[in-house]
């Protein structure tokens, strides 16, 4: 069975920050899956905001380098994305996905997700 919860979003000022979290159930263990968010505003193809591999390694998209950091709990099974600095343009519903390979920030390779997180930022 394998499920992933996220929470945290959220609205805030322009400047503000945020802490996402993801919650996961996996077939296997946890810390062995690459976990990564990706995001998606209206009428905008998903895109990679970060990602985590298994041994902790971090990728990040430009637009966000310098203000968000990921993180992983392996023993909480749950991945973090801490959000500061925020602009009007991150903007969206933020998704965590995990795969046993890391596809970085390529969204397409990942084969499973969660539900979704609103953030709005004004």
């Known amino acids: 069975h394998v499920q992933q919860v996220e929470s945290g979003g959220g609205s805030v000022p322009a400047g503000g920050s945020l802490t996402l979290s993801c919650k996961a159930s996996?077939?296997?263990?946890?810390?062995?899956?690459?976990m990564a968010w990706f995001r998606q505003a209206p009428g905008k193809e998903r895109e990679g905001v970060a990602s985590?591999?298994?041994?902790?390694?971090?990728k990040y998209a430009d637009s966000v380098k310098g203000r968000f950091a990921i993180s992983r709990d392996n023993a909480k099974n749950t991945l973090y994305l801490q959000m500061n600095s925020l602009k009007p343009e991150d903007t969206a519903m933020y998704y965590c996905a995990a795969d046993e390979y890391n596809h970085g920030l390529a969204w397409r390779q990942y084969q499973h997700w969660g539900q979704g997180t609103q953030v709005t930022v004004s």
């Open positions: 996996f077939d296997r263990p946890y810390g062995q899956y690459c």
């Open positions: 985590i591999g298994s041994v902790g390694t971090t």
